[in-house]
């Protein structure tokens, strides 16, 4: 004998839960992700690039070190730019 609350279970995992997405959103994702995947894959070749160019693996360390720092205090800016116009909305009334 089959159990019938076991059987609708199973079905309601395999289920899919979110809605179908669209040509246009894939083709974009996918885009994004080979260029992503491009630009981590191009780090591995830097050091390549620098030592056929006269520098070492020192040089190439600090222009990944560079680059780091750089983006990361490029991305502090918007969360704190965005936390100071949330308060003076707040502090508007209009939020």
Not at 5 to 24: D, E, W, Y
Request: aromatic content about 10%; overall charge positive; charged content about 15%.
């Amino acid at each position: 004998m089959v159990n019938k609350r076991h059987n609708s279970n199973i079905q309601v995992l395999l289920m899919p839960t979110t809605s179908a997405v669209g040509a246009k959103t894939f083709a974009l994702f996918c885009l994004a992700s080979f260029l992503l995947s491009l630009s981590y894959g191009s780090t591995f070749l830097l050091s390549l690039l620098i030592h056929s160019r006269g520098g070492n693996e020192h040089d190439a360390g600090s222009i990944i070190a560079t680059a780091m720092l750089s983006t990361l205090w490029r991305w502090s800016f918007p969360g704190t730019w965005r936390m100071r116009w949330a308060q003076r909305e707040r502090l508007r009334g209009r939020v």
